[in-house]
């Protein structure tokens, strides 16, 4: 299956694609560029959240596949983003225990796509990852989710914190991924569960740890002391599943 990156340009494309409810992830303007039609795009764009850099003209010429960018470059999500309540609907039609990845701040959009495969594969019924500071459902998100964006719902929110306050009054408790954590085969992981995976560098943030019921590490043998960010989720995801199905 082909994805096309959807990348729009120019100020009219983009300011419409904004006032149409298309959700643009990230936009990119021309630094220094503050004119009349650019400050509307500017006003949609925190309106509807969406990340925004400021690059040199040299950096907007290399995104741009027209040549003809205006002065704004906008990514739009390949595909559209569920809500939280879509996820929770999914594992109350199927009568299981909600089991969800929360992702917080993944910015590798190969990281993201193989997260999500491994959240299809492990019977998760969704996953959540926030608006700032995080990569969204671009194509190559699609490309290397192989097919699992089509089956397992992805859902955006403003503060993952209140997500996760939020998910706590419906039953569930949080498990995060941390090397100075419990070994998770000492752990009970059954029952209504969100698995919180971290940032490629620096891991969970400590405001998301501190909300965490528990933290788990994955036992290390070799001479460097962390797993690529995929493969940890896949890691922990599977031991949840092992527990699951006791």
């Given at each position: 299956?082909?994805?096309?990156e959807?990348?729009?340009?120019?100020?009219?494309?983009v300011?419409?694609?904004?006032?149409?409810?298309?959700?643009?992830?990230?936009?990119f303007?021309?630094?220094?560029?503050?004119?009349?039609?650019v400050q509307?795009i500017?006003?949609?764009?925190?309106?509807?959240?969406?990340?925004?850099?400021?690059?040199p003209?040299?950096?907007?010429?290399?995104?741009?596949?027209?040549?003809h960018?205006?002065?704004?470059?906008?990514?739009?999500a390949?595909?559209?983003?569920?809500?939280?309540?879509?996820i929770?609907?999914?594992?109350?039609?199927?009568?299981?225990?909600?089991?969800?990845f929360?992702?917080?701040?993944?910015?590798?959009?190969?990281?993201?796509?193989?997260?999500?495969?491994?959240a299809?594969?492990a019977?998760?019924?969704?996953?959540?990852?926030?608006?700032r500071?995080?990569?969204?459902?671009?194509?190559?998100?699609?490309?290397?989710?192989?097919g699992?964006?089509?089956?397992?719902?992805?859902?955006k929110?403003?503060?993952?914190?209140s997500?996760?306050?939020?998910?706590?009054?419906?039953g569930?408790?949080?498990?995060?991924?941390?090397?100075?954590?419990?070994?998770?085969?000492?752990?009970?992981?059954k029952?209504p569960?969100?698995?919180?995976?971290?940032?490629?560098?620096?891991g969970?943030?400590?405001?998301?740890?501190?909300?965490?019921?528990?933290?788990a590490?994955?036992?290390?043998?070799g001479?460097?002391?962390?797993?690529?960010?995929?493969?940890?989720?896949?890691?922990?995801?599977?031991?949840?599943?092992?527990?699951?199905?006791?």
């Amino acid at each position: 299956m082909r994805y096309e990156e959807l990348t729009i340009e120019g100020r009219n494309a983009v300011l419409e694609a904004y006032r149409s409810g298309k959700t643009i992830d990230k936009l990119f303007v021309l630094d220094g560029c503050k004119d009349g039609p650019v400050q509307t795009i500017l006003r949609e764009a925190r309106k509807h959240d969406s990340l925004i850099q400021f690059v040199p003209k040299e950096r907007l010429d290399q995104i741009s596949s027209t040549g003809h960018h205006q002065g704004v470059v906008a990514y739009a999500a390949a595909y559209e983003y569920a809500e939280v309540e879509d996820i929770l609907k999914i594992a109350e039609e199927k009568g299981e225990p909600p089991f969800i990845f929360l992702l917080d701040g993944i910015e590798d959009p190969h990281n993201l796509g193989a997260i999500i495969r491994t959240a299809n594969l492990a019977g998760a019924h969704g996953v959540i990852i926030p608006k700032r500071r995080a990569v969204g459902l671009t194509a190559t998100v699609a490309r290397t989710s192989a097919g699992a964006l089509n089956y397992t719902p992805v859902a955006k929110v403003t503060n993952l914190g209140s997500a996760i306050d939020d998910l706590k009054k419906r039953g569930l408790w949080f498990v995060c991924a941390d090397m100075g954590g419990e070994l998770m085969y000492r752990m009970n992981l059954k029952g209504p569960i969100g698995l919180v995976i971290g940032n490629e560098g620096e891991g969970v943030g400590r405001l998301i740890k501190e909300k965490c019921d528990m933290t788990a590490s994955i036992p290390m043998k070799g001479n460097i002391d962390s797993l690529n960010a995929s493969v940890a989720a896949g890691v922990l995801a599977y031991e949840i599943v092992r527990q699951r199905m006791m």
